[in-house]
Every structure is written in C-alpha cells, then in structure tokens.
C-alpha cells in the first residue's frame, strides 16, 4: 500500500519524538488509498446560468464536502486547503482561474464579478460557453498536496457592460446559541466590514441560560460551522465540534477569524455621556440597557439645557472610559456612527428622549426619539 510522508514538523506528535529508552519511530504517513477528494454538492452537474446586468448583485453560490485524509501514528493533521477553480469545458484546466482559496467548504461570488471573470477565460459578451468546475484541495506543507474533485460542467451566458460593479455585499456570519434557540436564520450577524476574514459582532446573552453558541457560514447548519477548538481562543470546523461560550450574562462583542480559526469576547456595557445628560459636564454614563423586542440598546431619560449655554450634544461610549466610544461619521452619513466620531447634537433641544444604540448592523446606527 502507497504511503507518501509528510514534511510538516509539527505534526511529530509525543508518541514519535525521540526517547533514551525506544527506538526511533518513522515520521506520521499519509494513506493515500484511504484520503478522499472534495466533492461539488453545489450548483448540480448540467445548471444553467443566465447572467444579467440587472441581476448583477446577486450571488451564485458554490459548496462541497470536505476532502478526507488518513495519516498514521494519530497525528493530527490542518485543515486542508481548497482551490475552487474554472476553466473553459474540454481545456483541461489549462488556463483555470481560481475563483477561492481557503479552509472553507463554500464560496458566493456576485454575478458581476463571475461575469467578469468568464470574460477573462474568453468567453464573448452576450453569448453561452460550458464552464468546467472544480475543487483542488490539499495539506499544506505535504509533499502530496492535490486531490482533485470529480469536474462538473454549467453553462453560463455573459452580458456585455461597461459599468463600474455593485456594491459588494459586506460577508457576514450568524451567531446562534442557546441565547436564541440555537436558530442560525434569526441569530444576529458578525460582520466582515473589510472583507479579510476577520468577522466581528455583538450578541446579548440573557441571565440563567449556558451562554453558549456558535458562528455558522449561512443562515442553517448545511454549510461551514465553527465551534470550539482544541485550546481556548481557537475554532472547529468539524460538525461535531463542541460548542463556544461566554463565562456570564450581558452584552459582548465577539471575533471571529475564519482565517486563522480564533476567535475571542469583550463585555461591554455602554452608556451616553455629554451635555444635558446628568450633571452635565461629560464625566458620567447613563447606562443603556437592552430592548430584546427590537434587539437594540435604549436608554429613556430626561435631558436639561446646557450648564454652558452651548449646543446639547452627546456620544455613546463603553465600559465607562473613552477608549471605545461612537459617534458621528465624518463625513455625516445619516445615523452611522465611527469609533471615535464626532459629538453627535440633540436638535431639539431639552425634553424627555429615548437613546438607541444598533450594533446589529455592518456599521453602528443610532436612533434619538423626542418623547
């Protein structure tokens, strides 16, 4: 039976390292006959794609089942790789273009940009091409890294457009738990604001339930899920990994780095502080609390004129210091908030208000109610 060696030094487990009493022990293997390829469980063999301008900001999706790998002596092997790839039917790859490389077993790409990229393979504006796909998947530091998937064959028809792409959806997580029922289409997002693989949001888990949870690819469980690792502070993606967890109630901002498989949680308990607001002169928080109807933060208080005659203005802050606070864009972009922004004014002058904080968004949003 073929078996190739791997070259990754640490996959040298305690049970081969060197010992005075043993002999040495030969490096973990790789069963070649017992590893198995990605396979494409999405879009079926034979889809058709009609792409249109009007549809450019749609998403075409993509998804396969993990590449197994069987390796000696219990060593434990990364995550493998995976190279999605596309090519012209009957090129042989020759001249593929890779639409992902990643741990992950899922891809989505707008229609603009695959559009874009079949017009780089040659495929003329507004005609129909069969378009090969397939999923290359390996180990890195291995010296046998590419296992190749069976190759499915779609065929697209392009559109002809000189317009400037869409703007991209911002890629997104869901963040189920105990907290809600364990439901990924209701759990609320952590966002990827700049598309590098690191996802943060907020959740807020209610006092007397496990605090546990986890951060799915799609709104279900049919797709890539990441629970809890080997160590704390690092991620699973194997579907029977244990769930993660926060040590009590309250309000936290959660990361979550689909690259580097980490992951980590800050309580923070936010306020508004500024003129008008207690005594006035910006040194102390009202605490907002959380609104589970509307999933927001609110704070309903009264608000006096200014002790300096000046202009009421607020901002939000956490943890009762300025090293995390909101407010306004610069420049102003409606009710989005900044870290660090500007004092944000209270219009209208003294009067009973509600305060609402909504971090549920890519970007912070703020609500002020005159009551």
Request: charged share 20%; proline share 6%; hydrophobic share 35%.
């Amino acid at each position: 039976m073929k078996k190739i060696t791997l070259i990754l030094l640490f996959l040298i487990g305690s049970g081969i390292l060197l010992s005075s009493c043993k002999k040495d022990k030969k490096d973990p293997v790789l069963n070649i006959s017992k590893s198995a390829p990605a396979s494409i469980t999405g879009p079926e063999d034979g889809s058709v794609f009609v792409l249109t301008e009007e549809d450019s900001a749609s998403l075409i999706s993509y998804t396969w089942n993990a590449a197994s790998y069987s390796i000696s002596d219990g060593a434990e092997l990364p995550l493998p790789t995976y190279s999605l790839q596309i090519d012209i039917a009957d090129s042989n790859f020759a001249h593929a273009k890779e639409l992902q490389s990643s741990n992950e077993t899922s891809f989505s790409i707008i229609v603009y940009d695959m559009n874009t990229k079949l017009l780089q393979l040659g495929v003329e504006p507004d005609s129909t091409a069969n378009i090969a796909i397939r999923v290359v998947s390996g180990i890195s530091g291995a010296d046998y890294i590419n296992d190749t998937s069976k190759t499915i064959i779609t065929t697209f028809t392009t559109y002809a457009t000189a317009a400037p792409p869409p703007p991209a959806e911002t890629p997104r997580l869901w963040i189920p738990g105990d907290y809600q029922g364990w439901s990924p289409g209701e759990a609320p997002n952590a966002w990827s604001v700049d598309n590098d693989g690191v996802y943060t949001g907020f959740v807020y888990f209610p006092d007397g339930g496990t605090y546990e949870f986890k951060f799915t690819s799609a709104p279900d469980w049919n797709h890539t899920n990441f629970g809890a690792g080997t160590s704390l502070g690092l991620l699973d993606t194997d579907p029977g990994a244990g769930n993660l967890s926060v040590p009590d109630f309250g309000f936290y901002k959660l990361i979550c780095d689909t690259l580097n498989l980490s992951w980590e949680f800050e309580a923070q308990s936010w306020g508004i502080i500024g003129s008008g607001i207690l005594n006035g002169d910006w040194s102390e928080d009202v605490n907002l609390e959380w609104d589970d109807l509307n999933g927001v933060l609110s704070a309903t208080i009264d608000v006096t004129e200014s002790q300096d005659g000046g202009d009421l203005r607020f901002k939000f802050r956490a943890n009762d210091g300025w090293d995390i606070n909101l407010g306004l864009m610069d420049p102003q972009d409606g009710k989005k908030l900044s870290y660090g922004g500007s004092d944000i004014p209270i219009p209208e002058g003294a009067g009973n208000y509600t305060f609402v904080l909504d971090m549920s968004q890519e970007v912070p949003r703020y609500d002020l109610i005159k009551n």
